[in-house]
């Protein structure tokens, strides 16, 4: 019986790319670029700052002007990083249906603390969350076990008994590695090149409510 859901935070429990895109065609404009199209920028904006910056300007993480990029990247995202992003649509009611039932949810998410802790706090999140663990809480991040063992400590169960819902294959990497069953959302970043049926995943959800038809979701 699963007791906890425990979530990715971009793509799967908020709606952050409006402001990462933000960010980046900022940063653009300030050089003379014009803005990147927003489904350009959804469909990275799960996976950080190095893809967006390597989406936005061409630079990867090897070349010299990277440092400099990232640090005004995230300069600037910290400084918006709630001015539009919100809950996905049905997300309150599904949270709202697990405190009623008693099913804890938590956040496990590589999103460094620095980003996370002020985005949950601004979104009024912070308190009804059983657990958050951010990208830099463990040694290693996602798809590594560790966060998401983590989080099973701080809720007091087993990994057989929560359940993690992502949107992306490192996300179903890291449950399965932890022994955690996992769901993949398919409503989050999907870029037409992901392939989430060959993730491994045990199932689907395309809206957030979908996730009360799960069969073993204590009730």
Not at 173 to 186: F, I, N
Not at 195 to 202: I, L, M, R, V
């Amino acid at each position: 019986m699963i007791r906890a859901v425990l979530f990715d935070l971009d793509g799967t429990l908020v709606d952050t790319a409006p402001d990462l895109g933000y960010t980046i065609n900022l940063m653009r404009d300030r050089r003379g670029q014009s803005p990147l199209p927003a489904n350009a920028l959804r469909a990275r904006a799960s996976h950080g700052s190095q893809v967006l910056i390597e989406l936005g300007f061409g630079v990867t993480q090897s070349d010299a002007a990277f440092p400099a990029l990232r640090q005004e990247f995230l300069e600037i995202y910290e400084t918006h990083l709630a001015d539009q992003s919100r809950l996905f649509p049905g997300m309150d009611r599904l949270l709202s249906t697990f405190e009623s039932r008693g099913i804890a949810w938590g956040v496990v998410t590589n999103k460094p603390a620095r980003f996370t802790e002020p985005l949950l706090e601004r979104l009024g999140l912070t308190d009804k969350a059983a657990c958050v663990v951010s990208g830099d809480t463990c040694a290693h991040a996602k798809p590594a076990p560790e966060p998401m063992l983590h989080a099973c400590r701080a809720v007091a169960l087993g990994p057989e008994q929560c359940l993690y819902v992502g949107d992306a294959e490192r996300d179903v990497q890291a449950a399965r590695a932890a022994g955690m069953p996992v769901l993949v959302a398919l409503y989050g970043y999907l870029a037409e090149t992901d392939h989430p049926e060959a993730w491994g995943g045990d199932g689907y959800i395309n809206q957030p409510l979908d996730l009360l038809d799960y069969p073993d979701l204590a009730s």
